[in-house]
């Protein structure tokens, strides 16, 4: 019961993370179309890292699925989804490297490339077009930076969850 209430507890995390960051003029600061911070995968990393896949890909589908009705439509669905699930396969995949391979930096960074490149292929799907990729590189150099600035946050996060064992007290 607890781990549900968690659960809910990250979705509207990373719901008011992504509407705060909406919020945030990042074109002004780089002027690049579709970058993002990413600031809700902090909730999926937290879920991955704390509660297990399925909790992580619950977060990430709900996240997305919900965002979408709140803030965006279809369209914003498809690539949240895409963009959400690579990222969180290729997160899971990376963790199994965690404390000899990979740190939650690298795990980040891991995601936001991902989260990138699933959005691209999905462009691409919608679009009937490859030549989306083109903007890929651009995408994977901005997910470099933004899974860099998430995974600075996450790591702060989880230093306090280990340090107050709150995550331990609601077993």
Known sequence: MRKIALNGILISLALVLSYLESLFPTSLIIPIPGIKLGLANIATMFALFYLGFVSALTV???????????????SSMLFSLAGAFLALVVMQALKYG????FSILGISIGGAAAHNT????MASL???NTAIFAYLPVLLLAGIVMGF???????????LVDKTHVVKHLG
């Open 60 to 74: 990430s589908v709900l996240r997305c699925v919900l965002g979408a009705l709140l803030f965006g439509g279809f």
């Open 98 to 101: 965690y404390d000899r391979q």
């Open 118 to 121: 699933g959005q691209i292929l």
């Open 126 to 128: 919608m679009m009937r």
């Open 149 to 159: 600035i998430t995974a600075v946050v996450a790591q702060n996060v989880f230093y």
